[in-house]
T-cell receptor
Framework: GAVVSQHPSWVICKSGTSVKIECRSL??????MFWYRQFPKQSLMLMAT?????????EQGVEKDKFLINHASLTLSTLTVTSAHPEDSSFYIC???????????FGSGTRLTVV | AQSVTQLGSHVSVSEGALVLLRCNYS??????LFWYVQYPNQGLQLLLK??????LVKGINGFEAEFKKSETSFHLTKPSAHMSDAAEYFC???????????FGQGTILTVHP
């Protein structure tokens, strides 16, 4: 079946630094990637949607300059948290949808802790 | 606009008992509905989905859900709970465009021996 590999699984970084999270579709072409964040004991909140080769569309309230999304190829999308602060600590999950594929494949998530 | 409401943030059952997790949706277009399971610090695994075909949908691990348009519901059931079913469950809605998913608040299922 379709697999999305998300790395790293967890990362600890210092406040003010940037962190990059990668999601790779291993056996299909991900034409659309969705990025979510999930706070403890809460549901998934969509941050942005990206289509391969296009600029990402951000949800209301999500800072596009802070959460940089790149989807330059059909198998790789990245989320970079720039100048991270403790309030950015969260669980980030990607979800890919392929062309003609009727469903979503989720990555395994990245636990980001900013200290 | 679409929304999902999961009734009950926590459900506790005994091993072997019926599992019932409730989900109600709101959608101005025909909905596509999903149930996902999430184990701690992991991504989401699809249990089953409704995409306008049969209203009774069977999924993995013995789960099933029934789409009831008149009640705008898509409740998840399993006849006999197993310890390994303990996890958090999310109901989600989209439409035929397979655009963004809107998730419910989640229900944590606890299974007691």
């Amino acid at each position: 079946g379709a697999v999305v590999s998300q790395h790293p699984s967890w990362v600890i970084c210092k406040s003010g630094t940037s962190v990059k999270i990668e999601c790779r579709s291993l056996d299909f072409q991900a034409t659309t990637m969705f990025w979510y964040r999930q706070f403890p004991k809460q549901s998934l909140m969509l941050m942005a949607t990206s289509n391969e080769g296009s600029k990402a569309t951000y949800e209301q309230g999500v800072e596009k300059d802070k959460f940089l999304i790149n989807h330059a190829s059909l198998t790789l999308s990245t989320l970079t948290v720039t100048s991270a602060h403790p309030e950015d600590s969260s669980f980030y999950i990607c979800s890919a949808r392929g062309a003609g594929a009727y469903g979503y494949t989720f990555g395994s998530g990245t636990r980001l802790t900013v200290v | 606009a679409q929304s999902v409401t999961q009734l009950g943030s926590h459900v506790s059952v005994s091993e072997g008992a019926l599992v019932l997790l409730r989900c109600n949706y709101s959608s101005s277009v025909p909905p596509y509905l999903f149930w996902y399971v999430q184990y701690p610090n992991q991504g989401l695994q699809l249990l089953l989905k409704y995409t306008s075909a049969a209203t009774l949908v069977k999924g993995i691990n013995g789960f099933e859900a029934e789409f009831k348009k008149s009640e705008t519901s898509f409740h998840l059931t399993k006849p006999s709970a197993h310890m390994s079913d303990a996890a958090e469950y999310f109901c989600a809605v989209t439409d035929a465009s397979y655009g963004k998913l809107t998730f419910g608040q989640g229900t944590i299922l606890t299974v007691h021996p």
